[in-house]
C-alpha cells in the first residue's frame, strides 16, 4: 500500500493535522505558515494552501510513515495506530512499543524483522494490546511527573 497524496491529504487513511511543529521549514513553509496565521480566516486558509498541504503531507510521510516502512504494514489500523503514536510520542517510542508487544527485539527501529513480526501477529490483539501498552507508558509518566497529569485525557 502506497502513501496518499490526493488533496483529501491522508496517509492510508489516516488524517493529517494541518498545525506543522514550530522548527518545520521545508519549502520555506514556516513563512508562509505564519503570513497565514495572521490573515482573518485562521485556521481554515490553511486548508485552502494545496502547497502548504502538500508540504504538510510529505513531513508526516517522510518523519513518520517512510520511517515505520508504513507501505509495508499489511493491516491498515496496525498501521495508523503505530503512525498516530509515533506523531504523538516519537518515531522511536512507537516502534519500541510496538515491538514490546509483539515480542521482538525493541530498539525503536522497525526493520525487516519487525515488519515480519507485525504483519504475522494478530492484528486485533495488537491493536489492543498497543493500546493498553500506550495507556500504561502514560501512567508511568504521571507517576514520575505528576505535573504531567493535566495531559493524561488528552
Not at 63 to 91: C, E
Not at 97 to 116: E, F, H, M, R, Y
Not at 123 to 139: G, M, P, Q, S
Amino acid at each position: 500500500m502506497k502513501a496518499d497524496t490526493s488533496t483529501t491529504r491522508t496517509i492510508r487513511g489516516a488524517k493529517l493535522t494541518k498545525v506543522l511543529p514550530a522548527k518545520f521549514t521545508a519549502n520555506g513553509t514556516a513563512g508562509r505558515q505564519l503570513m497565514l496565521k495572521r490573515q482573518t480566516s485562521f485556521p481554515a486558509n490553511l486548508d485552502k494552501d494545496p502547497d502548504l498541504q502538500e508540504a504538510i503531507t510529505d513531513f508526516y510521510r517522510v518523519t513518520f510513515w517512510d520511517k515505520m516502512k508504513g507501505d509495508q504494514i499489511t493491516d491498515q489500523a496496525v498501521a495508523n495506530s503505530i503512525f498516530d503514536f509515533g506523531v504523538n510520542a516519537g518515531m522511536g517510542t512507537s516502534a519500541s512499543l510496538a515491538q514490546l508487544v509483539i515480542g521482538a527485539k525493541t530498539d525503536g527501529v522497525i526493520g525487516p524483522n519487525s515488519i515480519a513480526d507485525l504483519n504475522a501477529f494478530n492484528a486485533e490483539h495488537f491493536l489492543a494490546a498497543f493500546t493498553v501498552a500506550k495507556i500504561a507508558r502514560y501512567v508511568s509518566i504521571v507517576k514520575k511527573r505528576p505535573t504531567s497529569r493535566k495531559y493524561f485525557y488528552g
